[in-house]
């Protein structure tokens, strides 16, 4: 076997044990804050809560609590949801992490086009109005968070102009904006890292050489010159795809999107504790396996790097 | 490099982005709202999503108006008094002696999928509410029920000694506990609202709260609406039901119920037009919406009070001496907090109950800052001198904290009270508030029915939910008394006699009775305002024709 697929493979297993500790961590961890799903404004009965208590088996010492979490885990049950009794996690995200999903897939598009042609453009002519421009207004959106980002949009397109609808993910419309506002913060990242290692590339001999060769600025700029200053963007793109496909809490609460971010965040808030863990195992697999890609797109396009 | 690139591409992307927008704008949009009113359907903002939409589960407002929408129970609320109307049942009649009430069933009520809807459906509901293994939170609705408490507490085992009896398909008996002035007014409240038997035991359900059973399409109801669509985060929709015995007057085609737990987002999407009405507004827009008269706006007076407990057995002496709570009480500016802090329509209270038609309380707080110094000095703590400094505890909030910060500075200005705030978590605030872990706690309360003893019961020995620790043998016998008075002038006495109690011991600091505020749009006729924000959508239709300037933009 090649080293460099070894080493891979080795890699990809090495996520396993990584699961484990993260879940094991987050399901103690989870315990220590007081209070319990149980608790609400209004009281149960205490019959009432130590009957819910029991029947989620939240009443047994926490060592079989997470032996048995870990057995269900395992058999691909993901538990309940209490407050949400209904539903159980593992309905609850295959309903909703392709929705998040889709929309981390769109804002990395956006993050991707826009960020790799400010990049280009601000490094074709560095220390021009078109780069200081291009890098400023990167800033801007380096700045501006999204929860303001979002109800401005909103405000103008869908309550000034009236062009598209402020919640819901059912119309191709309705992707447009949520898309460039998750997707804007990072396109500004990749526009600074795209301009930065351009500058890098083009300072090297076989710019020069290319350009003897006679190629066009053109071609030397965009074939030459970015596919080797792709690598940092590579790396910097594959933990923030992770993040993205796996939900965003502000905008998926400003746009109402039925996806897992908000889910995320009401799971720590009312102590969900199987769909907390769900999401963090979910989260942590995704970050890992992106990473991952990441190590062998770099390995594959600079086979140098898989080597040291 | 040329010049000429840059520009291209900078042009490009600019064509991407606004062809994108330009894409979903296509034109002039047909609202939502505008779709609804042409297909007849509501659509209504309902805070967050819902618990659960079985109705012997479920646990709040937003819950229990999807449950108005797929069941009905033996009576209805009128939309305005909120009396008890006829539903399931056509008519009832009460026999003091026996304290039993004798419903007479419609023959024509039936369940979605045309099952008749019989007595018998009735005791299997209770039955399955009050067994122990279900755990129903709100079970203890039906306590007034005779023996219903010992079966649920899991003493009795026997559901026949239960007072519910069928004696035939159309006739339902219930025997009480104890005389219960508003057992009718129950009657309407989502924990009395029938299941449908052969949907719960296909499920498996009688006592497992996950089963799934209330999901569109196995869900069966007897309400006017059926259940077409359930996808938590994003919509709950209901269609008209055909086999609901009075489809004939039910006007809506639909209603679709939105858990915007967001309120920016839920005032956004009104103002969007895609929704007809709101389930609430966010505090600092009311204002804008008030001074600009807003034909949107809707401010409603509910029954609930808005206060704070006061731990009567803290280790900090100063507040187990009644003359201090009441300094505190006096000393405070309830109409400016209402005025100018909470600005929603508030009223401000002075006293525990809110005022209704059946029942204001007599005794009532009379705010004097020169009463409240003489008080405190009276106890031995002249200009505050010597208490030690007192806690005020509320869940994190930016209302709470706002009241909380007048109040502090009103006590330290009037009455030189070293009062510090500190603010929790709501799930450690619920478990201080549990365990009376505090000195002074942010508290409130919605009643469950209307009746002054929802929110008179608070304050009894025998209730565990406010932990102040204060009793009262004389106000526990009236509340006693009043539990077991048929006579229901003698039983508001009773009540008016307690709260006088209440008032002169004042363990806790009443700040303002609740309103509910949000926006609805003129094509929603007969939404009527009542005081348990309780609304039966035969009542509600929607009429395109009228027109109101569009929502500010």
């Known amino acids: 076997m090649p080293p460099v697929l070894r080493r891979a493979l080795v890699r990809l297993l090495e996520i396993i044990p990584v699961l484990w500790v993260v879940m094991t961590i987050t399901f103690f961890l989870v315990r220590t804050v007081p209070g319990g799903p149980f608790d609400r404004e209004r009281q149960l009965t205490p019959e009432a809560a130590a009957h819910n208590n029991e029947y989620y088996g939240l009443d047994q010492p926490l060592y079989v609590q997470y ?19 209904d539903w159980t996690v593992n309905e609850l995200l295959a309903q909703k992490a392709p929705i998040s999903a889709e929309l981390g897939l769109w804002a990395t598009l956006v993050a991707l086009v826009v960020g790799l042609g400010a990049g280009v453009i601000a490094a ?19 700045c501006l968070p999204s929860f303001v980002l979002g109800p401005i949009l909103l405000l103008i397109f869908g309550l000034k102009l009236q062009w598209v609808n402020v919640m819901g993910w059912n119309t191709a419309g309705d992707r447009v904006l949520p898309s460039i506002v998750l997707g804007l913060y990072y396109a500004a990242y990749v526009a600074r890292l795209t301009r930065g290692s351009m500058l890098e590339v083009r300072a090297q001999d076989f710019i020069r050489t290319a350009r003897a060769k006679g190629n066009g600025p053109a071609r030397v700029l965009l074939v030459h010159a970015l596919r080797n200053a792709l690598g940092p963007v590579i790396a910097f793109l ?38 907390l863990l769900s999401l963090t195992v979910l989260f942590t697999l995704v970050l890992l396996l992106f990473n991952w890609v990441g190590d062998v797109l770099i390995a594959l396009l600079n086979p140098k790097a898989a080597v040291d | 490099m040329s010049a000429h690139l840059s520009r291209a591409r900078i042009l490009a992307m600019i064509g991407i982005l606004a062809g994108a927008l330009a894409l979903a704008g296509c034109g002039a949009r047909e609202t ?23 109705p012997q589960i479920i646990e709040t407002l937003n819950d229990s108006r999807i449950s108005m929408a797929l069941f009905e129970g033996l ?23 026996t304290m039993t009430w004798t419903f007479h069933l419609r023959a024509e009520a ?40 010992a079966f649920n507490e899991g003493s009795l085992k026997d559901f026949t000694k239960v007072g519910v009896k069928a004696l035939d398909d159309h006739t339902l008996q219930i025997q009480l506990e104890h005389p219960t002035g508003y057992f009718l007014e129950l009657c309407y409240h989502q924990t009395f609202l029938p299941v449908h038997p052969p949907t719960i035991k296909k499920f498996d359900a009688m006592t497992r709260r996950d089963s799934g059973w209330d999901k569109a399409g196995s869900l069966v109801g007897n309400g006017p609406f059926v259940l077409t669509k359930y996808v938590l985060g994003d919509v709950v929709e209901v269609m008209k039901n055909p086999n609901y015995w009075d489809a004939a007057h039910v006007r ?23 929704l007809h009405l709101t389930s609430t507004l966010p505090s600092p827009r009311i204002a804008a919406y008030r001074d600009s008269h807003s034909p949107f706006l809707r401010i409603m007076p509910v029954y609930g009070t808005y206060f704070y407990t006061i731990n009567t057995r803290t280790a900090k002496g100063a507040l187990s001496d009644a003359r201090v709570r009441m300094a505190m009480n006096l000393a405070i500016d309830r109409q400016a907090l209402v005025d100018h802090v909470t600005r929603g329509g508030e009223l401000p209270a002075y006293a525990l109950t809110p005022p209704s038609a059946q029942y204001t309380p007599q005794a009532q707080l009379h705010e004097d800052v020169a009463e409240a110094r003489r008080l405190l000095a009276e106890a031995g703590y002249p200009d505050g001198k010597g208490t030690p400094p007192i806690e005020l505890l509320y869940n994190t909030s930016d209302r709470h904290r706002a009241v909380a910060e007048t109040l502090q500075e009103s006590w330290k200005k009037n009455l030189g009270l070293d009062v510090r705030l500190s603010n929790v978590a709501t799930p450690a605030w619920m478990d201080r508030r549990h365990n009376a872990d505090y000195d002074i706690i942010r508290a409130g309360w919605y009643a469950d029915y209307l009746d002054p003893s929802t929110f008179l019961e608070l ?17 526990d016998k009236f509340i006693l008394a009043a539990r077991k008075e048929t006579d229901p002038a003698k039983r508001l006495d009773d009540f008016q006699q307690a709260e006088a109690i209440l008032m002169a011991e004042v363990p806790f600091i009443p700040l303002y009775y609740y309103t509910t505020i949000f926006l609805i749009r003129p094509e929603v006729r007969g939404y009527e305002n009542n005081l348990m924000d309780e609304h039966i959508y035969q009542n509600i239709y929607l009429d395109p024709a009228a027109t109101a300037p569009e929502p500010q933009k």
């Open chain 2, 75 to 97: 009576t209805i609320p009128d939309p305005v008094t909120l009396e008890p109307r006829p539903g399931v049942a056509k008519s009832w009649e009460y026999d003091d002696k």
């Open chain 1, 238 to 275: 594959a933990p923030t795809i992770a993040g993205l496909v796996t939900g965003s809490f502000v905008v998926e609460s400003i746009f109402q999107i039925p996806g897992i971010g908000r889910m995320f965040v009401e799971a720590a808030l009312s102590h969900e504790y199987p769909l």
């Open chain 1, 67 to 85: 032996v048995k979490y870990l057995w269900n885990f395992l058999h691909g049950d993901l538990g309940p949801v209490y407050v949400h009794p």
């Open chain 2, 459 to 475: 304050f009894s020995s025998d209730n565990e939910m406010e932990q102040s620790g204060w009793k009262n043998a004389d106000y």
């Open chain 2, 252 to 274: 809506l085609n639909g209603i679709r119920f939105f858990p915007i737990a967001d309120v920016n987002a839920e005032e956004r999407a009104f103002r969007n037009g895609a």
């Open chain 2, 110 to 149: 039936k369940w979605s999928n045309g099952d008749p809807v019989t007595a018998g459906d009735f005791v299997f509901s209770f039955q399955r509410i009050l067994t122990p293994a279900l755990g129903a939170d709100y079970a203890n609705m039906l306590y007034a029920i005779k023996n219903a408490q």
């Open chain 2, 32 to 54: 939502p709202v505008s779709v609804a009113n042409r297909e007849g359907i509501l659509l209504a903002g309902n805070g967050g999503d819902p618990s659960s939409l079985d």
């Open chain 1, 124 to 142: 074709a002519r560095p220390r021009t109005a078109s780069d200081y421009g291009t890098m400023a207004a990167a800033m801007v959106a380096i």
